[in-house]
């Protein structure tokens, strides 16, 4: 049964996000979306409160601030901490049995520092919708994953409710987070997706700054 997951998702747990838990769900439906990863900034608090929804698979993770870059911690319910090298974090994911992504490798301007590169990695997320440049990041991504011979995965990197679903993984599994999560780890992904359009990345801005000098 093929699966279509977005990996990515942000809600207003993140210290950037404004999408409320409620939002992540109707969008997820809204799109025709079978399950969504929650991925917030070094944080678990949203991704446990939203557990489960009745036809909807919700993966909870969190996206890690690692030193050389962003890791997604995939199918953990504990935090990972930040600000550790890229093998202890990875390391860190391995024991709880996570799935730990390259996130965004070639993004300009979303990350301090892009993503290191490490053979450890279960997969890498070859198509963000919110990276610039697009087009650019996503075929050096893909020859990445070609080149280490990792799974390659898709996710909106929302923080806005209407990015939700912009891009997306097929995922071979049953609808459960393990078998969701055993699946990408066997490569059984393919990933899918576009940018976000611009008039939605400003929206997305105008409201993230709302939120911040609230
Ligand atoms: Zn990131
Ligand atoms: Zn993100």
Known sequence: MALKIDLHVHTCYSSDGVTTLREVVAYAERRGLDGVAITDHDTVEGALKLRVKKGLILLPGIEVTALEGHV???????????????SR??????EVDGVAVM??????????????????FDAIEVINASTFPF???????????????????????????????????????????????????????TP????IPWELRLKRVMLNLKKRFK
């Open 72 to 86: 997604l911690a995939l199918n953990v319910t504990k935090p990972i901490p930040s600000g550790l090298t890229l």
């Open 89 to 94: 974090t990875i390391q860190k994911i391995n």
């Open 103 to 120: 996130a965004h490798p070639f993004a300009l301007l979303k990350t301090i520092r892009s993503a290191g590169v490490h053979p450890d």
């Open 135 to 189: 087009s650019v990041s996503t075929h050096l991504s893909r020859k990445l994953a070609i080149r280490l011979n990792l799974p390659q995965v898709a996710g909106s990197d929302a923080h806005y409710g209407p990015e939700i679903g912009s891009a997306y993984t097929l995922i071979d599994a049953d609808p459960e987070a393990d078998e969701v999560a055993y699946a990408i780890k066997k490569g059984a992904a």
């Open 192 to 195: 899918f997706g576009r940018a």
